[in-house]
């Protein structure tokens, strides 16, 4: 299983964003999803998940209300909306994903077996 993220950049507060990760080298749609983000000098931390039938999200307080994940199985596709974008926001953004059944929890990196490069978000304030 190979991702690959994209659709990072720089944005002024209370801008938008949307990140998108590219699923290939299996089923997409037995596989459930995460967003991951990281600033330097700091542990990773959970965004959000979306399961692998698309029928159950969870999201980070911090960003809940204001990003949406998604997931588009004609395109293998999963996506991160991210509006009302906050200095805080500023890191590195990563995909993640897991099979079926293999998350139980799913705001744990260690949880997933599979990262995309990662994607470098920038909000000026």
């Known amino acids: 299983v190979q991702l690959q993220a994209s659709g990072g950049g720089s944005v002024q507060a209370g801008g938008s964003l949307r990140l998108a990760c590219a699923f290939s080298g299996g089923t997409f749609s037995s596989y459930s999803m995460g967003w991951f983000r990281q600033v330097p000098g700091k542990e990773r931390e959970f965004v959000a998940y979306i399961r692998w039938r698309g029928t159950t999200t969870n999201y980070a307080d911090a960003v809940k209300g204001r990003f949406t994940i998604s997931r588009d199985g004609a395109e293998n596709t999963v996506y991160l909306q991210m509006n009302s974008l906050k200095a805080e926001d500023t890191a590195v953004y990563y995909c993640?994903?897991?099979?079926?059944?293999?998350?139980?929890?799913?705001?744990?990196?260690?949880?997933?077996?599979?990262w995309g490069q990662g994607t470098q978000v920038t909000v000026s304030s």
């Open positions: 993640a994903c897991s099979v079926a059944g293999r998350i139980e929890k799913w705001d744990r990196g260690s949880e997933y077996d599979y």
